[in-house]
């Protein structure tokens, strides 16, 4: 265990992460990149972007609370520093995240209102379900919430909307490009570690179980309140439309798991997002040993 933990030293994070992709960035992105003028300069494309980066805020802060709150949890001193490291990470993600909110015209005094007014309800409920795990100390259940489910929907959702905003918007999408890379690390470290961890404790898997498919359930219902109903879909296409505009081409939006976004409609796009992380989630935990619980369908 500590041989494979080796690959998640204090060191390796230095040399990669600190020392690596991020080296020179401000806030995850290129110094002096601002956020265009398309954004700014239009109300729904501005609001739009603060409703995403505050579900990105939640779902930072759940992760920080998260990894920190299992170090003291954990059964031994190499995993207690891996999980140091992603603290670390999880609180660079909420600092850039939030300095986005700022960037976006959202004024300090006004954070913590701006959270609650966009916060979407299930993905309090999503993070209310993992940190129950941590708070009572239960480690394997509590990595497993966070390292495969919450980092494995995160890594998914970054890649989607990175896709779109490579070219409308490089700054955002240099922020979410360090995101990425520290989720992969994330993720990697869950199944590799709970695996052999699960091999000792079996009597765990269920308690597991439970947790994943209610936490599949508020992911998915916090995907339906982004997309479904005829508000969103034509918020979407107003989206579109300015977008289209100030670039004066039919831009393509963005390509992702062999879709052009720009083609979707918002159906299809939930579903695509959906279906995408659910096939994650299934094989990630049939590689530690976990039955997959298909859960309810919002």
């Keep these: 265990m500590a041989d494979f933990l080796s690959g998640y030293s204090i060191q390796y994070w230095l040399e990669s992460c600190a020392q690596g992709y991020l080296e020179e960035t401000q806030f995850g992105h290129e110094a002096g990149v601002v956020e265009p003028a398309l954004v700014l300069g239009d109300d729904l494309l501005r609001e739009q972007a603060i409703k995403v980066t505050t579900q990105l805020v939640v779902g930072e802060r759940c992760a920080l609370s998260a990894s ?33 909110l700022y960037d976006l015209g959202v004024k300090k005094p006004d954070l913590e209102s701006t959270l609650r007014e966009h916060a979407n309800p299930n993905l309090v409920k999503f993070a209310e379900t993992l940190l129950e795990k941590v708070e009572n100390k239960h480690f394997i259940p509590g990595v497993v919430g ?112 062999g879709a052009n976004l720009a083609d979707l409609d918002p159906d299809e796009m939930e579903g695509l997002l959906s279906n995408t992380v ?18 309810s369908r919002p």
């Design 146 to 257: 966070q390292n495969i489910i919450l980092e494995g929907m995160a890594f998914s959702v970054f890649e989607m909307i990175y896709a779109g905003n490579q070219k409308l918007n490089p700054k955002f999408a240099q922020t979410l490009s360090g995101t990425i890379a520290d989720e992969r690390r994330h993720v990697g470290f869950g199944e590799n570690y709970i695996g052999a961890l699960l091999k000792q404790h079996p009597e765990k898997k269920p308690e597991i179980e439970r947790m994943q498919k209610e936490m599949s359930y508020y992911m998915l219902a916090t995907f339906a309140d982004q997309f479904r109903g005829d508000e969103n879909r034509a918020e979407m296409d107003e989206m579109r439309r300015a977008a289209r505009a100030a670039a004066g081409e039919e831009a393509p939006e963005g390509t992702w798991q």
């Design 278 to 295: 659910l096939g994650e989630f299934k094989t990630r935990l049939g590689r530690i040993g976990i039955d997959y619980q298909t859960p």
């Design 68 to 100: 920190s709150g299992l170090i003291n949890a954990a059964p031994d001193e190499a995993a207690r520093r891996f999980l140091a490291t992603q603290t670390l990470d999880e609180a660079r993600h909420v600092e850039i995240f939030t300095q986005r």
